[in-house]
């Protein structure tokens, strides 16, 4: 069982930056990919990004492109979500997830965090 810990939301202004963190339990995490995904309320989960298990290979849905990047430190087992510019739209709860396999943008990981509270106030 793998057991990842988001951090780093809080309430920030538009156009200001936020950090989240994942930190997970899994000694193998370096050969797991990462996911991140956001809900707001009354809306669908929605795929925000992700980074394969060496960190070569990412993905973004289209309206964080250029604003947030993921990257991940394997030797401290986490993962992050850099996220600038931020919309009142990015107000969610975002989750870290984990896979075996790369999935990318799809729901299908095998775990999940808790979530971290992100508002973004214009």
């Known amino acids: 069982q793998v057991q990842l810990v988001e951090s780093g939301g809080g309430l920030v202004q538009a156009g200001g930056s936020l950090r989240l963190s994942c930190a997970a339990s899994e000694r193998t995490f370096e050969t797991n990919h990462m996911g991140w995904f956001r809900q707001a309320p009354g809306k669908e989960r929605q795929f925000v990004a992700a980074?394969?298990?060496?960190?070569?290979?990412?993905s973004y849905v289209s309206s964080v492109k250029g604003r947030f990047t993921i990257s991940r430190d394997n030797a401290k087992n986490t993962v992050y979500l850099q996220m600038n510019s931020l919309k009142p739209e990015d107000t969610a709860v975002y989750y870290c997830a984990c896979s075996r396999e790369w999935v990318g943008s799809e729901a299908r990981y095998d775990y999940w965090g808790q979530g971290t509270q992100v508002t973004v106030s214009s």
């Open positions: 980074i394969n298990w060496s960190g070569r290979t990412t």
